[in-house]
Protein backbone atom coordinates (compact mmCIF):
# COMPACT_ATOMS: atom_id res chain seq x y z
CA UNK A 1 0.00 0.00 0.00
CA UNK A 2 1.31 3.42 -0.57
CA UNK A 3 1.65 5.75 1.90
CA UNK A 4 -1.16 8.42 1.40
CA UNK A 5 -0.03 11.79 0.76
CA UNK A 6 -0.50 14.57 3.29
CA UNK A 7 -4.34 16.08 3.90
CA UNK A 8 -4.53 19.77 3.07
CA UNK A 9 -4.97 22.18 6.59
CA UNK A 10 -8.43 21.70 7.91
CA UNK A 11 -11.15 24.59 5.65
CA UNK A 12 -12.08 27.20 7.84
CA UNK A 13 -15.68 27.08 8.34
CA UNK A 14 -18.67 28.76 9.60
CA UNK A 15 -18.96 28.39 13.51
CA UNK A 16 -22.96 26.86 14.09
CA UNK A 17 -25.37 29.71 15.12
CA UNK A 18 -27.39 28.53 18.08
CA UNK A 19 -30.08 30.93 17.82
CA UNK A 20 -30.59 29.91 14.08
CA UNK A 21 -30.19 25.92 14.65
CA UNK A 22 -33.21 26.73 18.07
CA UNK A 23 -35.08 28.52 14.70
CA UNK A 24 -34.82 25.69 12.58
CA UNK A 25 -35.43 22.81 14.93
CA UNK A 26 -38.54 24.63 16.31
CA UNK A 27 -39.72 24.35 12.70
CA UNK A 28 -38.94 20.86 12.66
CA UNK A 29 -40.64 20.27 16.19
CA UNK A 30 -43.95 22.14 15.73
CA UNK A 31 -44.81 21.07 12.63
CA UNK A 32 -44.60 17.53 13.74
CA UNK A 33 -47.46 18.89 16.22
CA UNK A 34 -49.63 19.61 13.16
CA UNK A 35 -49.44 16.92 11.23
CA UNK A 36 -53.24 15.62 10.87
CA UNK A 37 -52.63 12.74 12.00
CA UNK A 38 -51.40 14.25 15.84
CA UNK A 39 -54.07 16.83 15.74
CA UNK A 40 -56.80 13.75 15.52
CA UNK A 41 -54.95 12.28 18.61
CA UNK A 42 -55.21 15.15 20.61
CA UNK A 43 -58.53 16.35 19.53
CA UNK A 44 -59.38 12.54 20.89
CA UNK A 45 -57.95 12.81 24.37
CA UNK A 46 -59.33 16.37 24.50
CA UNK A 47 -62.72 15.01 24.06
CA UNK A 48 -61.78 11.86 26.39
CA UNK A 49 -60.64 14.72 29.18
CA UNK A 50 -64.10 16.30 28.64
CA UNK A 51 -65.95 13.30 29.09
CA UNK A 52 -63.77 11.63 32.24
CA UNK A 53 -64.34 15.72 33.60
CA UNK A 54 -67.55 15.79 33.12
CA UNK A 55 -68.37 12.27 35.09
CA UNK A 56 -66.10 12.72 37.83
CA UNK A 57 -66.91 16.99 38.54
CA UNK A 58 -69.83 17.23 40.69
CA UNK A 59 -72.02 20.45 40.14
CA UNK A 60 -71.17 23.25 41.88
CA UNK A 61 -68.56 22.43 44.23
CA UNK A 62 -64.96 23.69 44.45
CA UNK A 63 -63.21 22.02 46.02
CA UNK A 64 -64.08 18.73 44.44
CA UNK A 65 -63.41 20.29 40.85
CA UNK A 66 -59.97 21.30 42.78
CA UNK A 67 -58.90 17.85 44.17
CA UNK A 68 -60.05 16.18 40.80
CA UNK A 69 -58.12 18.10 38.38
CA UNK A 70 -55.39 17.86 40.95
CA UNK A 71 -55.10 14.15 41.86
CA UNK A 72 -55.90 12.65 38.01
CA UNK A 73 -55.32 15.33 35.77
CA UNK A 74 -52.16 16.81 36.98
CA UNK A 75 -50.28 14.14 38.74
CA UNK A 76 -51.34 11.65 36.15
CA UNK A 77 -52.72 12.73 32.92
CA UNK A 78 -49.97 15.53 32.11
CA UNK A 79 -47.30 13.97 33.89
CA UNK A 80 -47.55 10.65 31.69
CA UNK A 81 -48.93 12.91 28.55
CA UNK A 82 -45.68 14.47 29.34
CA UNK A 83 -43.38 11.94 30.07
CA UNK A 84 -44.83 9.71 26.54
CA UNK A 85 -44.49 12.25 23.88
CA UNK A 86 -40.46 13.41 25.25
CA UNK A 87 -39.53 9.91 25.51
CA UNK A 88 -41.02 8.80 21.76
CA UNK A 89 -39.82 12.08 20.23
CA UNK A 90 -36.06 11.70 21.50
CA UNK A 91 -36.32 8.00 20.69
CA UNK A 92 -37.29 9.02 17.14
CA UNK A 93 -34.59 10.82 16.97
CA UNK A 94 -31.83 8.33 17.98
CA UNK A 95 -33.44 6.34 14.97
CA UNK A 96 -31.37 6.37 11.59
CA UNK A 97 -34.57 8.20 9.77
CA UNK A 98 -35.02 11.87 9.39
CA UNK A 99 -33.19 12.36 12.28
CA UNK A 100 -29.91 11.79 9.94
CA UNK A 101 -30.53 14.94 7.86
CA UNK A 102 -30.08 17.03 11.45
CA UNK A 103 -27.19 14.78 12.87
CA UNK A 104 -25.37 15.87 9.82
CA UNK A 105 -25.34 19.40 10.23
CA UNK A 106 -23.24 21.88 12.00
CA UNK A 107 -25.24 21.37 15.58
CA UNK A 108 -23.30 19.63 18.87
CA UNK A 109 -25.65 16.48 19.85
CA UNK A 110 -25.84 18.29 23.23
CA UNK A 111 -27.27 21.98 21.68
CA UNK A 112 -29.86 19.54 19.78
CA UNK A 113 -31.13 17.78 22.63
CA UNK A 114 -31.75 21.29 24.57
CA UNK A 115 -33.44 23.00 21.47
CA UNK A 116 -35.01 19.97 20.98
CA UNK A 117 -36.79 19.92 24.35
CA UNK A 118 -37.23 24.04 24.29
CA UNK A 119 -39.09 23.68 21.25
CA UNK A 120 -41.28 20.36 22.25
CA UNK A 121 -42.12 21.24 25.95
CA UNK A 122 -42.95 24.28 24.67
CA UNK A 123 -45.35 22.60 21.68
CA UNK A 124 -46.57 20.55 24.45
CA UNK A 125 -47.33 23.08 27.19
CA UNK A 126 -49.78 24.74 24.17
CA UNK A 127 -51.22 21.20 24.04
CA UNK A 128 -51.54 21.18 28.01
CA UNK A 129 -52.96 24.90 27.98
CA UNK A 130 -56.22 23.74 26.08
CA UNK A 131 -56.82 20.72 28.18
CA UNK A 132 -56.58 23.00 31.09
CA UNK A 133 -58.94 25.12 29.01
CA UNK A 134 -61.04 22.08 28.43
CA UNK A 135 -61.13 21.34 32.41
CA UNK A 136 -62.02 25.17 33.11
CA UNK A 137 -65.40 24.65 30.52
CA UNK A 138 -66.36 21.47 32.05
CA UNK A 139 -65.65 23.83 35.35
CA UNK A 140 -68.06 26.41 34.12
CA UNK A 141 -70.58 24.10 32.77
CA UNK A 142 -70.63 22.60 36.10
CA UNK A 143 -71.10 26.03 37.98
CA UNK A 144 -68.14 25.70 39.96
CA UNK A 145 -67.90 28.69 42.33
CA UNK A 146 -64.45 30.65 42.52
CA UNK A 147 -63.42 29.45 39.06
CA UNK A 148 -60.86 32.10 38.26
CA UNK A 149 -58.96 32.20 41.16
CA UNK A 150 -58.15 28.42 41.19
CA UNK A 151 -56.87 28.60 37.45
CA UNK A 152 -53.41 30.56 38.15
CA UNK A 153 -52.46 27.75 40.16
CA UNK A 154 -53.03 24.96 38.14
CA UNK A 155 -51.61 26.43 35.34
CA UNK A 156 -48.79 27.26 37.35
CA UNK A 157 -48.76 23.21 38.19
CA UNK A 158 -49.50 22.25 34.87
CA UNK A 159 -46.41 24.46 33.31
CA UNK A 160 -44.00 22.70 35.66
CA UNK A 161 -45.36 19.36 35.61
CA UNK A 162 -44.86 19.68 31.46
CA UNK A 163 -41.04 20.99 32.53
CA UNK A 164 -40.33 18.25 34.47
CA UNK A 165 -41.71 14.74 32.95
CA UNK A 166 -40.43 16.26 29.69
CA UNK A 167 -37.15 15.70 31.15
CA UNK A 168 -38.05 12.74 32.33
CA UNK A 169 -39.13 11.62 29.03
CA UNK A 170 -36.00 12.87 27.71
CA UNK A 171 -33.66 11.29 30.19
CA UNK A 172 -35.62 7.60 30.15
CA UNK A 173 -35.74 7.79 25.96
CA UNK A 174 -32.08 8.84 25.64
CA UNK A 175 -31.35 5.53 27.98
CA UNK A 176 -33.63 3.02 26.38
CA UNK A 177 -35.80 2.33 23.50
CA UNK A 178 -38.02 0.66 26.78
CA UNK A 179 -38.38 3.72 28.61
CA UNK A 180 -42.18 2.74 28.99
CA UNK A 181 -41.19 -0.02 31.41
CA UNK A 182 -38.70 2.14 33.12
CA UNK A 183 -41.07 4.65 33.63
CA UNK A 184 -43.59 2.41 35.17
CA UNK A 185 -40.48 0.78 37.24
CA UNK A 186 -39.86 4.88 37.95
CA UNK A 187 -43.56 5.66 38.74
CA UNK A 188 -44.38 2.47 41.15
CA UNK A 189 -40.97 2.98 43.43
CA UNK A 190 -40.49 7.02 43.31
CA UNK A 191 -43.56 8.86 42.67
CA UNK A 192 -46.22 6.33 44.39
CA UNK A 193 -43.49 4.22 47.09
CA UNK A 194 -41.39 7.28 48.23
CA UNK A 195 -43.58 9.46 47.43
CA UNK A 196 -46.77 8.92 49.75
CA UNK A 197 -43.92 7.96 52.73
CA UNK A 198 -44.69 10.93 55.11
CA UNK A 199 -40.70 11.88 55.72
CA UNK A 200 -38.27 14.19 53.88
CA UNK A 201 -37.82 11.56 51.51
CA UNK A 202 -41.08 12.22 49.71
CA UNK A 203 -39.56 15.22 48.32
CA UNK A 204 -37.63 13.13 45.79
CA UNK A 205 -41.09 12.73 44.19
CA UNK A 206 -42.15 14.99 41.37
CA UNK A 207 -45.62 14.65 41.56
CA UNK A 208 -45.58 15.38 45.36
CA UNK A 209 -44.17 18.62 44.33
CA UNK A 210 -46.92 19.62 42.02
CA UNK A 211 -49.39 18.63 44.42
CA UNK A 212 -47.73 20.52 46.87
CA UNK A 213 -47.54 23.55 44.25
CA UNK A 214 -51.06 23.43 43.45
CA UNK A 215 -52.45 22.66 46.94
CA UNK A 216 -50.66 25.63 48.62
CA UNK A 217 -51.61 28.15 46.26
CA UNK A 218 -55.76 26.53 47.10
CA UNK A 219 -54.99 27.05 50.95
CA UNK A 220 -53.57 30.31 50.05
CA UNK A 221 -57.10 30.95 48.57
CA UNK A 222 -58.39 30.11 51.60
CA UNK A 223 -56.16 32.61 53.46
CA UNK A 224 -54.17 29.63 55.17
CA UNK A 225 -50.56 30.91 55.47
CA UNK A 226 -49.62 27.87 56.97
CA UNK A 227 -47.67 25.82 53.88
CA UNK A 228 -46.24 28.82 52.06
CA UNK A 229 -42.86 28.71 52.64
CA UNK A 230 -43.22 25.55 50.59
CA UNK A 231 -44.14 26.64 47.49
CA UNK A 232 -40.76 28.61 46.73
CA UNK A 233 -39.01 24.95 47.74
CA UNK A 234 -41.20 22.93 45.39
CA UNK A 235 -40.91 25.11 41.95
CA UNK A 236 -37.48 25.23 42.45
CA UNK A 237 -37.12 21.45 43.31
CA UNK A 238 -39.22 21.06 39.41
CA UNK A 239 -36.72 23.03 37.92
CA UNK A 240 -33.78 21.48 39.31
CA UNK A 241 -35.17 18.21 38.44
CA UNK A 242 -35.65 19.66 34.87
CA UNK A 243 -32.20 21.12 34.58
CA UNK A 244 -30.78 17.65 35.87
CA UNK A 245 -32.67 15.78 33.34
CA UNK A 246 -32.07 17.49 30.34
CA UNK A 247 -28.39 17.56 31.46
CA UNK A 248 -28.39 13.35 31.49
CA UNK A 249 -30.78 13.67 28.29
CA UNK A 250 -27.79 15.39 26.42
CA UNK A 251 -24.81 13.73 27.98
CA UNK A 252 -26.72 10.17 26.97
CA UNK A 253 -27.49 11.14 23.65
CA UNK A 254 -23.97 12.87 22.91
CA UNK A 255 -22.31 9.84 24.06
CA UNK A 256 -24.60 7.24 22.00
CA UNK A 257 -24.51 6.91 18.76
CA UNK A 258 -27.52 6.55 16.55
CA UNK A 259 -29.94 3.78 17.35
CA UNK A 260 -30.29 1.32 14.77
CA UNK A 261 -26.81 0.67 13.14
CA UNK A 262 -27.08 -2.63 13.21
CA UNK A 263 -25.32 -5.45 10.71
CA UNK A 264 -27.94 -5.01 8.12
CA UNK A 265 -27.41 -1.41 7.76
CA UNK A 266 -23.57 -2.19 6.83
CA UNK B 1 -4.32 15.87 -5.58
CA UNK B 2 -4.68 15.63 -2.05
CA UNK B 3 -7.32 13.48 -0.47
CA UNK B 4 -9.98 14.68 1.14
CA UNK B 5 -10.49 11.84 3.52
CA UNK B 6 -8.27 9.24 4.76
CA UNK B 7 -8.76 5.94 6.72
CA UNK B 8 -6.05 3.85 7.72
CA UNK B 9 -7.23 0.34 9.71
CA UNK B 10 -10.67 1.61 9.47
CA UNK B 11 -12.64 -1.06 11.75
CA UNK B 12 -16.34 -0.77 12.94
CA UNK B 13 -18.11 -3.76 14.52
CA UNK B 14 -21.83 -4.37 15.83
CA UNK B 15 -21.12 -6.65 18.35
CA UNK B 16 -20.61 -9.84 16.54
CA UNK B 17 -21.59 -8.49 13.72
CA UNK B 18 -19.09 -7.13 11.11
CA UNK B 19 -19.32 -3.21 9.49
CA UNK B 20 -15.68 -2.49 7.96
CA UNK B 21 -12.84 -4.41 8.43
CA UNK B 22 -9.55 -3.01 8.60
CA UNK B 23 -9.97 -0.98 5.72
CA UNK B 24 -7.53 1.72 4.48
CA UNK B 25 -8.44 4.25 1.32
CA UNK B 26 -8.13 7.95 0.26
CA UNK B 27 -10.89 9.68 -1.37
CA UNK B 28 -9.76 12.65 -3.40
CA UNK B 29 -11.63 15.63 -4.86
CA UNK B 30 -14.34 14.89 -7.77
CA UNK B 31 -16.76 11.81 -7.72
CA UNK B 32 -16.36 8.67 -6.35
CA UNK B 33 -18.38 5.48 -6.52
CA UNK B 34 -18.76 3.14 -3.46
CA UNK B 35 -19.42 0.20 -4.82
CA UNK B 36 -20.40 -3.93 -3.61
CA UNK B 37 -23.74 -5.92 -2.66
CA UNK B 38 -25.95 -5.67 0.25
CA UNK B 39 -24.03 -5.68 3.73
CA UNK B 40 -20.85 -4.60 2.04
CA UNK B 41 -19.89 -2.03 4.86
CA UNK B 42 -21.30 0.90 2.60
CA UNK B 43 -23.52 2.60 4.83
CA UNK B 44 -21.05 1.62 7.90
CA UNK B 45 -18.42 3.69 5.96
CA UNK B 46 -20.84 6.28 5.27
CA UNK B 47 -21.97 6.86 8.97
CA UNK B 48 -18.35 6.99 9.74
CA UNK B 49 -17.82 9.36 7.24
CA UNK B 50 -20.29 11.72 8.68
CA UNK B 51 -19.35 11.37 12.31
CA UNK B 52 -22.67 9.36 13.07
CA UNK B 53 -20.76 6.45 14.52
CA UNK B 54 -17.18 6.17 15.99
CA UNK B 55 -14.40 3.92 14.83
CA UNK B 56 -13.48 0.76 16.53
CA UNK B 57 -10.21 0.74 15.65
CA UNK B 58 -8.24 2.49 13.18
CA UNK B 59 -7.78 6.30 11.99
CA UNK B 60 -10.36 8.12 9.82
CA UNK B 61 -10.00 11.86 8.84
CA UNK B 62 -12.38 13.81 6.65
CA UNK B 63 -10.93 17.86 5.74
CA UNK B 64 -7.77 16.99 8.08
CA UNK B 65 -10.29 16.23 11.30
CA UNK B 66 -12.15 13.09 13.04
CA UNK B 67 -15.92 13.63 11.76
CA UNK B 68 -17.21 12.17 14.83
CA UNK B 69 -19.53 14.35 16.92
CA UNK B 70 -17.71 17.27 15.25
CA UNK B 71 -19.34 20.42 14.25
CA UNK B 72 -16.25 21.98 11.92
CA UNK B 73 -16.58 18.41 9.98
CA UNK B 74 -20.34 18.11 9.25
CA UNK B 75 -20.41 22.09 8.24
CA UNK B 76 -18.31 20.93 5.45
CA UNK B 77 -20.04 17.59 4.76
CA UNK B 78 -23.38 16.87 3.42
CA UNK B 79 -25.44 13.44 3.32
CA UNK B 80 -28.09 12.19 1.99
CA UNK B 81 -29.45 8.52 3.35
CA UNK B 82 -31.23 5.79 1.35
CA UNK B 83 -33.71 5.58 3.60
CA UNK B 84 -37.15 7.20 2.24
CA UNK B 85 -38.25 8.28 5.54
CA UNK B 86 -39.23 11.85 5.91
CA UNK B 87 -40.41 13.91 8.30
CA UNK B 88 -44.40 13.66 8.69
CA UNK B 89 -46.27 16.86 8.42
CA UNK B 90 -43.65 18.67 6.50
CA UNK B 91 -43.16 20.36 3.24
CA UNK B 92 -40.44 20.63 1.01
CA UNK B 93 -39.62 24.18 1.33
CA UNK B 94 -40.54 24.39 5.40
CA UNK B 95 -38.13 20.95 5.55
CA UNK B 96 -35.04 22.99 3.77
CA UNK B 97 -35.79 25.90 5.35
CA UNK B 98 -35.42 24.47 9.02
CA UNK B 99 -32.74 22.76 8.08
CA UNK B 100 -30.85 25.79 6.26
CA UNK B 101 -31.12 27.51 9.74
CA UNK B 102 -29.94 24.58 11.50
CA UNK B 103 -26.94 24.83 9.15
CA UNK B 104 -26.69 28.36 9.75
CA UNK B 105 -28.13 30.48 7.62
CA UNK B 106 -30.34 33.27 8.89
CA UNK B 107 -34.53 32.82 8.44
CA UNK B 108 -34.33 35.14 5.15
CA UNK B 109 -31.42 33.52 3.38
CA UNK B 110 -32.92 30.11 3.97
CA UNK B 111 -35.70 30.60 2.68
CA UNK B 112 -34.04 32.39 -0.29
CA UNK B 113 -31.46 29.29 -0.59
CA UNK B 114 -34.13 26.13 -0.15
CA UNK B 115 -35.86 27.71 -3.34
CA UNK B 116 -32.49 28.12 -5.20
CA UNK B 117 -32.04 24.69 -4.89
CA UNK B 118 -35.37 22.89 -5.11
CA UNK B 119 -34.84 24.91 -8.82
CA UNK B 120 -31.23 23.58 -8.71
CA UNK B 121 -32.50 19.71 -8.42
CA UNK B 122 -35.22 20.65 -10.81
CA UNK B 123 -38.42 19.91 -8.69
CA UNK B 124 -41.39 21.80 -10.20
CA UNK B 125 -42.93 24.39 -7.84
CA UNK B 126 -46.41 23.41 -7.75
CA UNK B 127 -44.59 20.30 -5.53
CA UNK B 128 -43.28 23.10 -3.23
CA UNK B 129 -45.91 23.04 -0.65
CA UNK B 130 -47.29 19.52 -0.68
CA UNK B 131 -46.40 17.05 1.96
CA UNK B 132 -43.22 15.21 1.86
CA UNK B 133 -44.64 12.18 2.15
CA UNK B 134 -47.29 12.56 -0.45
CA UNK B 135 -44.46 13.03 -2.87
CA UNK B 136 -43.21 10.29 -5.22
CA UNK B 137 -40.10 8.62 -4.77
CA UNK B 138 -38.41 10.10 -7.69
CA UNK B 139 -39.65 13.53 -6.34
CA UNK B 140 -38.48 12.95 -2.69
CA UNK B 141 -35.07 12.27 -3.62
CA UNK B 142 -34.76 15.41 -5.43
CA UNK B 143 -35.64 17.64 -1.96
CA UNK B 144 -33.13 15.00 -0.42
CA UNK B 145 -30.40 16.17 -2.31
CA UNK B 146 -31.75 19.59 -2.09
CA UNK B 147 -31.18 19.36 1.41
CA UNK B 148 -27.60 18.35 0.83
CA UNK B 149 -27.03 21.44 -1.02
CA UNK B 150 -28.46 24.08 1.69
CA UNK B 151 -25.17 24.82 3.17
CA UNK B 152 -22.91 24.38 0.01
CA UNK B 153 -21.45 22.32 1.08
CA UNK B 154 -17.54 20.61 -0.50
CA UNK B 155 -18.36 16.92 0.25
CA UNK B 156 -21.95 15.24 -0.46
CA UNK B 157 -22.34 11.65 0.89
CA UNK B 158 -25.09 10.02 -1.23
CA UNK B 159 -26.25 6.68 0.13
CA UNK B 160 -28.05 4.91 -3.27
CA UNK B 161 -29.67 8.22 -4.44
CA UNK B 162 -30.81 6.88 -7.76
CA UNK B 163 -33.30 4.51 -6.36
CA UNK B 164 -37.04 4.83 -7.59
CA UNK B 165 -35.89 7.20 -10.25
CA UNK B 166 -36.69 6.68 -13.90
CA UNK B 167 -33.63 6.87 -16.63
CA UNK B 168 -35.10 10.29 -17.46
CA UNK B 169 -34.72 10.97 -14.07
CA UNK B 170 -31.45 9.10 -13.08
CA UNK B 171 -29.71 11.31 -15.85
CA UNK B 172 -31.07 14.86 -14.38
CA UNK B 173 -29.75 13.99 -11.51
CA UNK B 174 -26.32 12.44 -12.88
CA UNK B 175 -26.02 16.14 -14.88
CA UNK B 176 -26.55 17.87 -11.25
CA UNK B 177 -23.85 15.81 -9.81
CA UNK B 178 -21.45 16.48 -12.43
CA UNK B 179 -22.09 19.78 -12.72
CA UNK B 180 -21.78 19.93 -8.50
CA UNK B 181 -18.30 18.31 -9.18
CA UNK B 182 -17.53 21.08 -12.10
CA UNK B 183 -17.75 23.62 -9.42
CA UNK B 184 -15.94 22.10 -6.85
CA UNK B 185 -17.92 20.07 -4.84
CA UNK B 186 -16.73 16.09 -3.68
CA UNK B 187 -19.25 13.67 -4.20
CA UNK B 188 -19.00 9.95 -2.86
CA UNK B 189 -22.07 8.32 -4.10
CA UNK B 190 -23.12 4.38 -3.68
CA UNK B 191 -25.18 2.99 -6.27
CA UNK B 192 -26.21 -0.63 -7.64
CA UNK B 193 -26.66 0.95 -11.10
CA UNK B 194 -23.44 0.08 -12.09
CA UNK B 195 -23.91 1.54 -15.53
CA UNK B 196 -24.89 5.12 -13.85
CA UNK B 197 -22.07 4.85 -11.38
CA UNK B 198 -19.46 3.96 -14.17
CA UNK B 199 -20.46 7.06 -16.50
CA UNK B 200 -20.38 9.45 -13.43
CA UNK B 201 -17.16 8.01 -11.08
CA UNK B 202 -13.65 9.17 -11.56
CA UNK B 203 -12.85 6.82 -8.96
CA UNK B 204 -14.11 3.91 -7.05
CA UNK B 205 -14.15 1.95 -3.72
CA UNK B 206 -15.16 -2.02 -4.07
CA UNK B 207 -16.18 -3.16 -0.52
CA UNK B 208 -17.27 -6.95 -0.23
CA UNK B 209 -17.99 -8.09 3.31
CA UNK B 210 -16.50 -5.15 5.13
CA UNK B 211 -13.25 -5.56 2.97
CA UNK B 212 -11.97 -3.57 0.15
CA UNK B 213 -11.76 -5.97 -2.71
CA UNK B 214 -8.89 -4.24 -4.35
CA UNK B 215 -6.51 -2.63 -1.70
CA UNK B 216 -6.39 0.78 -4.06
CA UNK B 217 -9.24 2.70 -5.55
CA UNK B 218 -10.07 1.72 -8.80
CA UNK B 219 -10.14 3.99 -11.43
CA UNK B 220 -12.34 4.50 -14.18
CA UNK B 221 -11.71 3.98 -17.97
CA UNK B 222 -11.63 7.63 -19.36
CA UNK B 223 -14.73 6.18 -21.59
CA UNK B 224 -16.69 4.80 -18.23
CA UNK B 225 -15.99 8.61 -17.26
CA UNK B 226 -17.97 9.28 -20.04
CA UNK B 227 -22.11 9.00 -20.17
CA UNK B 228 -22.15 5.84 -22.41
CA UNK B 229 -20.80 2.10 -21.88
CA UNK B 230 -17.19 1.44 -23.28
CA UNK B 231 -18.32 -2.36 -24.78
CA UNK B 232 -21.70 -3.29 -26.36
CA UNK B 233 -23.06 -6.71 -26.62
CA UNK B 234 -25.28 -7.70 -30.07
CA UNK B 235 -27.46 -10.77 -30.42
CA UNK B 236 -27.83 -10.50 -34.25
CA UNK B 237 -28.71 -13.22 -37.62
CA UNK B 238 -24.83 -12.19 -38.96
CA UNK B 239 -22.49 -11.31 -35.81
CA UNK B 240 -19.67 -11.25 -39.11
CA UNK B 241 -22.09 -8.79 -40.74
CA UNK B 242 -22.31 -6.31 -38.24
CA UNK B 243 -18.83 -6.35 -37.04
CA UNK B 244 -17.42 -5.47 -41.11
CA UNK B 245 -20.35 -2.77 -40.71
CA UNK B 246 -18.58 -1.17 -37.76
CA UNK B 247 -15.00 -1.90 -38.46
CA UNK B 248 -15.81 -0.15 -42.30
CA UNK B 249 -16.93 3.25 -40.26
CA UNK B 250 -14.76 3.29 -37.87
CA UNK B 251 -16.20 2.66 -35.03
CA UNK B 252 -15.00 0.22 -33.17
CA UNK B 253 -11.38 -0.62 -30.76
CA UNK B 254 -11.82 -4.48 -31.53
CA UNK B 255 -14.63 -7.07 -31.01
CA UNK B 256 -15.36 -10.79 -30.87
CA UNK B 257 -17.72 -13.01 -31.62
CA UNK B 258 -18.87 -15.21 -29.14
CA UNK B 259 -21.31 -18.38 -31.11
CA UNK B 260 -23.73 -18.30 -34.14
CA UNK B 261 -25.11 -15.00 -32.81
CA UNK B 262 -23.51 -12.46 -30.82
CA UNK B 263 -21.03 -9.78 -30.74
CA UNK B 264 -19.34 -8.14 -28.77
CA UNK B 265 -18.00 -4.60 -29.40
CA UNK B 266 -15.30 -2.16 -27.81
CA UNK B 267 -16.01 1.06 -28.97
CA UNK B 268 -13.47 3.25 -30.76
CA UNK B 269 -15.47 6.25 -29.53
CA UNK B 270 -18.98 4.99 -28.03
CA UNK B 271 -20.35 8.25 -28.66
CA UNK B 272 -20.66 8.19 -32.19
CA UNK B 273 -22.32 5.02 -32.18
CA UNK B 274 -24.99 5.84 -29.78
CA UNK B 275 -25.41 9.14 -30.87
CA UNK B 276 -27.41 8.08 -33.97
CA UNK B 277 -27.51 3.96 -33.02
CA UNK B 278 -30.79 3.82 -34.82
CA UNK B 279 -29.96 4.63 -38.18
CA UNK B 280 -26.62 2.79 -37.68
CA UNK B 281 -28.28 -0.73 -36.84
CA UNK B 282 -30.64 -0.10 -39.88
CA UNK B 283 -28.43 0.62 -42.25
CA UNK B 284 -26.14 -2.61 -41.16
CA UNK B 285 -29.17 -4.56 -42.33
CA UNK B 286 -28.55 -6.86 -39.83
CA UNK B 287 -31.35 -8.36 -37.76
CA UNK B 288 -30.97 -7.53 -34.79
CA UNK B 289 -32.55 -9.12 -31.74
CA UNK B 290 -31.17 -7.68 -28.83
CA UNK B 291 -28.48 -4.87 -27.73
CA UNK B 292 -27.25 -4.65 -24.47
CA UNK B 293 -24.30 -3.12 -22.47
CA UNK B 294 -21.43 -5.56 -22.13
CA UNK B 295 -20.17 -5.93 -18.36
CA UNK B 296 -17.86 -3.10 -17.40
CA UNK B 297 -15.08 -3.14 -15.37
CA UNK B 298 -17.33 -2.21 -12.50
CA UNK B 299 -19.68 -4.93 -13.01
CA UNK B 300 -16.68 -7.54 -13.60
CA UNK B 301 -15.06 -5.75 -10.13
CA UNK B 302 -18.05 -6.25 -8.31
CA UNK B 303 -18.39 -10.07 -9.34
CA UNK B 304 -14.39 -11.12 -9.08
CA UNK B 305 -13.74 -13.62 -6.29
CA UNK B 306 -12.40 -11.97 -3.39
CA UNK B 307 -9.11 -10.55 -3.35
CA UNK B 308 -7.71 -9.58 -0.16
Known amino acids: MNTPPPLPKPLPTATPEWRRALGGIWRLTYRRFLAPQQLGIL?????????????GIRNGNAEHFAQWSVKLYL?????????LSAAGLIQDDMKPATVDYVLTRPVRRHAFVLHRYLTHTACLQVQCLLALGVLVAVGVFRHVPNLASTVPSLLLAQVLAVMAFSALGFAFGAFSSRYQILGLFYAGVVEVGIGNIPTQLNRLSMTHHVRSIASNILEL???SLASFDRLPASIIALLVFSLVLVAAAAALFSLRETAGTRAKDA | MNPIVQAENLSRFYGLYLGLNNVTFTIRPGITG??????AGKTTLFRLLTGQIKPDSGTLQVFGSAPWNNPLVQAQLAYCPESE???????????LIALAMISGHSARDAETQARRMLERVKLAPEHWKKRLTMLSKGMKQRVKLAQCLLHEPKLIVLDEPMNGLDPMGREDFSNVLRQLARDGVSIVIS?????????????????????????????????????????????CDSPEKLARFFFDRKLVRGFEIAGDDELRVHWLEAAQFYGDFNALLLDSGVQ?????????????????????
Open chain 2, 85 to 95: AVPVGLRPLEW
Open chain 2, 34 to 39: IVGPNG
Open chain 1, 43 to 55: AGLLGLLALLALS
Open chain 1, 75 to 83: TFVAPVFAF
Open chain 2, 288 to 308: IYEVRSTASFLEKAVGAPHTP
Open chain 2, 191 to 235: SHILHDLEALCSEFILLRWGRMVRGENEAASPDAQKRWPASTTFR
Open chain 1, 221 to 223: RQN
